[in-house]
C-alpha cells in the first residue's frame, strides 16, 4: 500500500528521472529539434504542466467527494491547448512553472490522510481512487515521457557530425577574415563602426569569446582542467567590461591575438577524439549541452558578425565618387 511519504517519494523520483532525461540537453536541443512530429521537449514538458495544473484542479474535488463535478476531457484537444499556452513563453518559465505544479501536488498530497488515498468513489458510474485516478496515472505518464526523451536524445548524439562542425568552424572564420582583411587601418579603427565600436573592437571581442569558448570546451572534455568562471548573466555587461579592458590595444595586437585564438582552437579540434564531441555540460554562460554544439557557437559567431564587416566596408569603400 505504501505511506504518503513513500508515494510522494516515488512521484519526486518520477519527476527527477524526466529531469533526467533532459540534463545537459542544450537549449537549442530542448527547444528547436522535434522528440516526435513536431514536439519538441519543451512542449513535452508544457503538456506535462497542463496535466499537473488538472491534478491541481481535481485533487481537492475527489477529497471533497465531489467527483461527479470532475469535468470530461477531450484529451487530444487538451494536450494541444497545454502546448499552445506555453509556446510564447521562455524555456526558463516552462522549467521554473514544472517544478512549481509538482511542488503544489506534492503539497497537496502532503496533508492528505493515507485512507483517502485507497478510499472508493464513484465518478459517473466508475469506480476511483486517488492512487489509481490519479497518483499511477502520473507515474506511468512521466516514465513514458523520460524514456521517449531518452531515445530521442540517442539518436540527436549520433546525429553529431564532427566533420561538419571542423568545416563550419572553417568556412565562417574564412568568409570574416577575408573580408576584416580588405580593410584599411584607418577604417579599422575608425570608432562608431558598429554601435560605438570599432571593427577593432569587433575583432577582439571575437577572439575573446573563442577563447573562453576554447576554455569550456577544454573543460567538457578533460574535467581535470580547470572549469571557466560563467559569464555574467548580462552578456552585454560582460562584452563592455572585456571591449574596456581591450580600449589601449593596438590594431596589430588584436589582429594577432585572433590569429593565436585560430591557432589555439585548430590544436584543440585537432585533438579531439570521435566520442569527445558527444560530451555534455555547461558552458561558460547560462546554458548546457554537447562539446560539438558548444564549437558551433564558435563558428557562428563569426556569421554573426560578417553583415557587421560588410556593411562598414561598403560604407567606407563603395560610396562614389562625389
Not at 580593410?183 to 577593432?200: H, Y
Not at 569558448?213 to 571557466?228: C, E, F, M, Q, T
Amino acid at each position: 500500500m505504501g505511506s504518503i511519504a513513500s508515494i510522494i517519494a516515488d512521484l519526486k523520483f518520477g519527476r527527477s528521472s524526466l529531469f533526467e532525461s533532459i540534463e545537459a540537453l542544450s537549449e537549442r536541443e530542448l527547444t528547436a529539434i522535434p522528440v516526435y512530429d513536431d514536439w519538441t521537449v519543451k512542449d513535452v514538458l508544457a503538456h506535462i504542466i497542463g496535466w499537473d495544473q488538472h491534478v491541481i484542479k481535481i485533487l481537492p474535488m475527489i477529497l471533497q467527494n465531489r467527483t461527479d463535478e470532475i469535468p470530461g476531457i477531450d484529451v487530444e484537444e487538451y494536450n494541444q491547448q497545454t502546448r499552445v499556452a506555453w509556446q510564447d513563453k521562455s524555456l526558463a518559465q516552462v522549467l521554473a512553472e514544472i517544478e512549481s505544479t509538482h511542488q503544489q501536488i506534492v503539497d497537496i498530497l502532503t496533508s492528505v490522510d493515507h485512507v483517502d488515498i485507497d478510499k472508493r468513489r464513484e465518478r459517473r458510474g466508475r469506480t476511483i481512487t486517488i492512487r489509481s485516478y490519479v497518483i499511477d496515472i502520473m507515474l506511468e505518464h512521466e516514465r513514458q515521457h523520460a524514456v521517449e526523451i531518452e531515445q530521442w536524445r540517442k539518436t540527436v548524439d549520433q546525429a553529431i557530425d564532427p566533420e561538419a562542425v571542423k568545416t563550419m568552424l572553417v568556412q565562417t572564420r574564412a568568409k570574416f577574415m577575408t573580408v576584416l582583411d580588405r580593410f584599411k587601418e584607418d577604417d579599422v579603427l575608425a570608432p562608431n563602426a558598429i554601435g560605438d565600436w570599432s571593427i577593432n573592437d569587433v575583432v577582439g571581442h571575437i577572439a575573446d569569446w573563442e577563447q573562453v569558448i576554447l576554455k569550456g570546451a577544454r573543460h567538457l572534455n578533460d574535467p581535470s582542467r580547470p572549469a571557466v568562471t560563467p559569464v555574467s548573466d548580462t552578456i552585454e555587461e560582460w562584452n563592455q567590461i572585456m571591449a574596456a579592458t581591450r580600449a589601449d590595444k593596438s590594431w596589430p595586437e588584436n589582429y594577432q591575438y585572433l590569429l593565436r585564438t585560430h591557432l589555439a582552437m585548430d590544436e584543440f579540434v585537432a585533438t579531439l577524439k570521435p566520442d569527445a564531441w558527444k560530451l555534455r555540460g555547461p558552458y561558460p554562460w547560462s546554458e548546457q549541452g554537447s562539446l560539438a554544439e558548444l564549437l558551433t557557437h564558435a563558428a557562428e559567431h563569426y556569421t554573426d558578425h560578417l553583415p557587421d564587416l560588410e556593411g562598414w566596408y561598403k560604407k567606407r569603400y563603395d560610396q562614389p565618387n562625389a
